[in-house]
């Protein structure tokens, strides 16, 4: 069973921090990080290189990288005590380190001969290639844990022994040859698509947020969120949410944006009144959200543009209304549990002062809209938009240190050092976190070269025939499986692995039952479902970070955390059922607010219903109606197109939504005298 120490050793797995180093293995390790830095930044500005060597070098370093800094076990066991070696690099380790970069790169030393010989490898290519998938699965295991290579290895056997199933599952099967050839030496597999989106510009957003968070982003969130909502009933809370989505927005990952924000907002939740357990449950959800967060969410939602085949910006737009509906109820679960509490706001004496804190952090701001103003005004490809984001993070920093020195009387020298070391840091830092994105990818590549073999459509016949040709059905099976498969697996690759399976399946047999479901709307649907697996118990490894900080205990955390995430499942659904939330085929901006305006009014309704409380607490006749009008909010068309004039009717049913939700209010506000005097 998983426990609190487990919980303290995932949170130094993901810093990269469970193996400590001697002086010339520090050393080691900060080259290759630093190196892996330098090639990707040289790779958006200047270095011009085939797209299949990039995505080779990439894994190299990964690889490498992986096994000089995380043990075989992360765990001590009694009789492997040699796998659980964590004061310095076993030699072991070391040939693992080596062994895995040459077999990565071996496709950029031979690349020429390789495309000679292309679906015709010889026996070294086949050695080579073998060499790699084991030594990538178990680079996966050690970062991520045994379900994606499990994974990877239930679809290998299965791709060689189809002819020997069942009719059902029979499958022609294929040979060694083939599978590593596809596997190993092509971009059908571990090169394909998720680990070259990882190359070209997951890094760059992960290097990103890693300088931010060195240079001290992460506090100034934090601090500014404090100074202007900590005041306020459940402020500590709100903060957190606030805080929480600014800092996920560059992290990508659930368990970093604990890292970042958790060790500080959750001691301010428990000092006003939330119980331990609630107040890691809203850090747990905040942090978890943070991946839907635009502009600049997780490492799948760059993979989600190269198979969705659109620009970057198409992905925000159609994420945009979703995530701050998502945020905004939260926002309110921490409002409605503050007033169930009965928790005030923070003393001024613990607040920030708002124009100091945002004076003393207002440069961390401009790294962030030269990122905008390139990816939304300029129009320029993400990877470029990260670099000069980049570039201008390196001047924001040396000016910080430049500063900060001089003020302390050291000198400007002083502080140029200074920037150089935290700049060197952030690159170590962003290389340590981005190990486990890179290698999901690679991984997962396997499942998707083995599914583009041919057992891809059979996959997506059982699926279909389990859901019996029932899209609500479909859209349930799938979020199911992507929750079980996300308890063991990073986002990414939960997403990679759904969507290659049954993405397609939700567009057509939504099409049959009369559902025109965008395509884009069937992959952020995946995407949805594989981010909530991080809460999602028994084991929800986001819940488990954030019980070690709140000493909570760790199910108990992660079963509030993903009832205050059942919100987000419900947009995930609403949106596949109405692509109007994702703005499908919407381009005028009073259209879009007034749809964000409705989803806002229903997230309210619906989080009132389920938290049992509005201005007061519910009757429990009151709950249906409160469900009805974030019903019609939310989906408005279910009704109107079964009424005349679609678009003056539409208006019409979104009148009657409200009117149901205020009138429910209205009717607790005439009663909440009488209400307090109860409670009193």
């Known amino acids: 069973m998983l426990n609190k120490e487990f919980a303290e050793e995932l949170l130094k797995a993901e810093t990269g921090a469970l193996r400590s180093f001697r002086g010339h293995e520090q050393a080691l390790v900060g080259i290759i990080a630093i190196g892996w830095a330098v090639f990707q930044l040289l790779l958006a500005s200047v270095l011009v290189l085939d797209s299949t060597k990039t995505r080779a070098i990439h894994l190299a370093f990964a690889m490498a990288l992986l096994f000089l800094t995380l043990p075989a076990l992360k765990l001590p066991r009694k009789h492997f005590r040699f796998l659980y070696i964590t004061d310095r690099i076993p030699v072991l380790d070391y040939a693992f380190a080596i062994a895995g970069a040459l077999s990565a790169l071996y496709i950029v030393f031979d690349y020429q001969g390789l495309a000679m010989r292309a679906g015709v490898p010889l026996a070294r290519d086949m050695i080579m290639g073998t060499v790699l998938v084991i030594l990538l699965l178990e680079a996966a295991r050690r970062v991520i844990g045994p379900a994606l290579p499990v994974i990877a290895i239930a679809f290998t056997l299965y791709a060689f022994l189809g002819p020997y199933m069942p009719d059902l599952f029979a499958f022609k099967g294929v040979s060694a040859r083939k599978y590593l050839s596809n596997i190993t030496l092509t971009t059908e597999g571990i090169y394909g698509i998720p680990l070259g989106v990882s190359a070209s510009i997951v890094y760059l957003f992960v290097l990103l947020g890693s300088l931010l968070e060195k240079a001290g982003a992460g506090n100034f969130f934090t601090n500014l969120a404090l100074s202007v909502l900590g005041k306020y009933k459940g402020g500590a809370a709100k903060a957190a949410v606030v805080s929480s989505a600014a800092t996920g927005m560059v992290s990508g990952s659930s368990i970093a944006n604990i890292v970042t924000t958790g060790p500080f907002t959750i001691p301010l939740m428990k000092k006003i009144g939330y119980p331990a357990k609630k107040a890691a449950a809203v850090e747990v959800a905040a942090s978890t959200d943070g991946q839907l967060m635009p502009p600049i969410m997780g490492a799948a939602a760059f993979i989600i543009a190269e198979y969705v085949n659109v620009p970057y910006l198409e992905v925000v737009k159609a994420a945009a209304i979703p995530a701050f509906t998502s945020y905004f109820g939260l926002f309110c679960i921490t409002h409605l549990e503050a007033c169930k509490l009965g928790i005030k706001g923070l003393s001024k004496e613990d607040l920030p002062v708002f124009v100091q804190t945002l004076l003393g952090g207002i440069h961390y701001i401009i790294p962030l809209a030269t990122l905008l103003y390139e990816l939304v005004w300029l129009r320029h490809s993400p990877e470029m938009s990260a670099f000069r984001a980049i570039m201008v993070l390196f001047g924001v920093i040396f000016f910080q240190e430049i500063k900060q020195a001089t003020k302390d009387g050291m000198g400007v020298v002083t502080g140029i050092k200074k920037g150089v070391r935290l700049i060197a840091e952030g690159m170590i830092q962003g290389s340590k976190n981005m190990v486990s994105v890179a290698l999901a990818c690679a991984a997962a590549g396997i499942i998707v070269g083995v599914v583009n073999m041919g057992i891809g459509g059979m996959i997506s016949q059982i699926v279909e025939s389990l859901a019996m040709g029932n899209i609500y059905l479909l859209l349930l099976i799938t979020a199911i499986a992507s929750l079980l498969l996300g308890m063991g697996l990073p986002t990414t690759a939960t997403y990679i692995v759904m969507a290659s399976l049954t993405a397609p399946i939700i567009v057509e047999v939504g099409g049959i039952y009369g559902f025109a479901i965008p395509i884009m709307s069937a992959h952020l649907f995946c995407f949805y479902f594989g981010i909530l697996a991080d809460d999602t118990p028994p084991v929800g490894l986001a819940a ?105 009717s539409k208006y019409l049913v979104f009148a009657l939504g409200l009117a149901i939700y205020l009138c429910v209010v209205l009717a607790q506000k005439l009663r909440m005298p009488t209400a307090t005097n109860e409670t009193t």
């Open 544 to 648: 488990y970070a954030a019980s070690a900080i709140a000493g909570s205990k760790p199910i108990a955390t992660g079963i509030q955390g993903f009832l205050y995430d059942i919100r987000t499942s419900v947009i995930a659904f609403l949106f596949v059922l109405n692509p109007e939330l994702i703005l499908h085929n919407i381009n005028s901006w009073p259209h879009a607010l007034f749809i964000f305006a409705m989803a806002l009014i229903a997230m309210s309704a619906f989080e009132c219903a389920a938290q049992g409380w509005c201005l007061t607490r519910n009757r429990w006749y009151e709950v249906p109606f409160f469900l009805l009008a974030s019903f019609i909010l939310f989906w408005p068309g279910a009704i109107a197109s079964r009424l005349p004039m679609e678009l003056p």
